[in-house]
């Protein structure tokens, strides 16, 4: 009898497709009665290690204004320190996805975790030195910090695609997504208060020694679906049999297919082969510009939003780091909603495209509210202000789950990394063009304004630029 239902189960499988095992009579009660739930203990360590990643992103800007303080540091000059990070972060993206493609991503993001940690805590100790040193010390180390992160979000498409069927990945990307704001409502108001009563070093040193700890937590935990002692048979069916790509971690796997490559000389998964067809994509190319334009909207409120509520709004910094996490908060919430809308209009019918681009399109049109902030005077409005612009950003944050969709199987680390070069190439150009905006006017205005046009930009590369979202497929070259 069982083997029956097994012939029957795989003649409907191979009729209809990857996935329509869940649509049959059988598929949830026998095929998948039972599996377990490894996959939520997997997108959960996602979202720790990442709200810690952005803490570490945000520390300077918590401590940013009591350094401007007591290191005498220009605008402009702030403006290059903030950028440091994202220079090093976009050029070590490329070999960080090769790291993650060569060696997978439990080893290379346990390492990124260590580093980042340990560079984060250095930074404390630039306080004792003489003020030049200290800036260009500070510098260095914000780059190394940039290099070593540059593996996590690759890290995490892999993961996504590695562990969650199609119609969850969106739900499990915006998870992983939305810790960005969930590190600021957790991370801020706790680093505010360390900053005022200790001083703002020994921020870094807190941080520092959390991020080595999670490092522990992280090896315990991640494996591939099929070594996973959490993951049973079952589930490991369901997520296969439903689109998720279970041996991209598998390390013997791996190798075999390193091989085959070799001996066939197909250079087409490798180098420069992959990089050409990846821009000459009209989806791609609009899915990475894209994702510059909301990673704009990211880096103004990880560098400069506490020190426009200092400076501009004239709170005091420990008043700033609680203020800071109420955007934070409808961000989160707004990332949650926008993974969980998505998905569940893939499951009622609507097509991936539909699905994804909805929620961003809405967004980031609720983001570009934060233009209003220029025209009113009260603190709690323009909190409120920011408020509904970051909730906005949150739905829009999709990029990850469209980049898991798309993204080819023979280069799924590499691509993640081209496209997470473009997004934090934003990480360079806003400090600075905010910090000269802010210089030149004497005010935030223009700052804003230029954030909200990303924002509009990023809604046109969606709606006329990228199509159809689909899974790439890399063009063989003969041997």
Not at 19 to 43: C, E, H, K, Q
Not at 248 to 277: I, N, P, W, Y
Not at 430 to 448: M, N
Request: aromatic share 12%; net charge positive.
């Amino acid at each position: 009898m069982e083997n029956g239902v097994q012939r029957a189960r795989e003649a409907i499988a191979q009729k209809n497709g990857p996935g329509s095992m869940a649509a049959t009579p059988d598929g949830i009660a026998g095929g998948y009665a039972g599996r377990s739930r490894a996959r939520f203990l997997i997108v959960f360590m996602l979202f720790l290690v990442t709200t810690v990643n952005y803490a570490d992103r945000a520390t300077l800007s918590i401590t940013g204004s009591s350094i401007q303080h007591s290191l005498g540091v220009s605008p402009v000059a702030m403006g290059y320190i903030f950028s440091s990070f994202a220079w090093a972060y976009v050029i070590a993206q490329i070999p960080g996805g090769w790291l993650l493609d060569r060696f997978g991503s439990k080893r290379v993001y346990a390492c990124s975790i260590f580093f980042w940690s340990v560079l984060t805590a250095l930074q404390g100790f630039v306080a004792s030195l003489p003020v030049g040193i200290a800036i260009v010390t500070l510098f260095a180390l914000r780059f190394l910090v940039g290099a070593a992160e540059a593996p996590a979000f690759p890290g995490n498409s892999r993961l996504t695609a590695t562990w969650f069927p199609t119609a969850e990945r969106g739900t499990a990307s915006a998870i992983f997504n939305s810790s960005q704001y969930f590190a600021a409502v957790l991370f801020t108001p706790i680093m505010g208060w360390i900053t005022h009563e200790y001083g703002w070093p020994n921020v870094y040193f807190a941080m520092g020694a959390l991020g080595v700890v999670i490092t522990g937590i992280w090896l315990k935990t991640i494996y591939a679906p099929r070594q996973h002692p959490l993951a049973n048979d079952a589930e490991v069916r369901y997520i296969a049999d439903n689109g998720a790509m279970v041996d991209l971690e598998d390390k013997q796997l791996a190798k075999e297919r390193r091989a085959a490559q070799a001996h066939a000389k197909d250079t087409s998964t490798h180098g420069r082969a992959v990089f050409a067809q990846l821009l000459k994509s009209r989806m791609m190319l609009g899915v990475f510009i894209a994702q510059y334009c909301i990673t704009t909207l990211t880096y103004f409120f990880l560098t400069w939003f506490p020190i426009y509520l200092v400076q501009e709004r004239h709170m005091s910094i420990l008043k700033a780091g609680f203020v800071a996490s109420i955007p934070a908060i409808a961000g989160f919430l707004g990332g949650v909603l926008g993974g969980v809308v998505s998905d569940r209009m893939m499951k009622r019918g609507f097509s991936t495209s539909t699905a994804r681009k909805v929620p961003i399109v809405v967004g980031l049109l609720l983001s570009t509210c934060m233009i209003a902030c220029n025209y009113v005077d009260n603190q709690w409005l323009v909190v409120g202000i920011m408020a509904a612009a970051f909730f906005g950003k949150g739905i829009g944050a999709l990029g990850w789950a469209v980049v898991s969709d798309t993204a080819p199987k023979e280069a799924s680390g590499l691509c993640a990394a081209l496209f997470n070069t473009f997004g934090n190439t934003a990480g360079i150009t806003t400090p600075i063009v905010i910090g000269y905006l802010v210089q030149g006017t004497g005010s935030f205005a223009a700052a804003l304004v230029f954030v909200s046009a990303n924002a509009l930009i990023a809604i046109v590369c969606y709606l006329f630029v990228v199509g159809k979202i689909q899974r790439f497929e890399l063009k063989k070259r003969a041997a």
